[in-house]
Nanobody, 121 residues
Framework: HVQLVESGGGSVKAGGSLRLSCAAS????????MGWFRQAPGKEREGVAT???????TYADSVKGRFTISRDNAKNTLYLQMNSLKPEDTAMYYC????????????????WGQGTQVTVS
């Protein structure tokens, strides 16, 4: 099975930036759709951004223009660059592997990362 190890979360002031990383092993992530999801306390988990094998990206309206999803095929690592962070971005962020169908509302997710906390004050 693929293994996903997330890093990069933390606490920042509003307007600040963070970059999340999701290092994958045992499977090449460029072959599948990968994504970032988040879940705030008392809320459902929601899709933030996805990137398909062909490189096409999709973003939630709430993060368009502020977040950028990317991957480094050589490092087999997924990233989420988050700029202009807002308090409402506070949540646990999860890396997700093999989204089907590709996009923010997949019916199948092959594996979740362990999650990394982002807190914006």
């Amino acid at each position: 099975h693929v293994q996903l190890v997330e890093s990069g979360g933390g606490s920042v002031k509003a307007g600040g930036s963070l970059r999340l990383s999701c290092a994958a092993s045992r499977y090449t992530i460029s072959r599948v759709c990968m994504g970032w999801f988040r879940q705030a306390p008392g809320k459902e988990r929601e899709g933030v951004a996805t990137i398909e094998g062909i490189g096409r990206t999709t973003y939630a309206d709430s993060v368009k223009g502020r977040f950028t999803i990317s991957r480094d095929n050589a490092k087999n690592t997924l990233y989420l660059q988050m700029n202009s962070l807002k308090p409402e971005d506070t949540a646990m962020y999860y890396c997700a592997f093999d989204l089907r169908p590709p996009g923010l509302k997949p019916r199948y997710i092959g594996r979740w990362g362990q999650g990394t906390q982002v807190t914006v004050s």
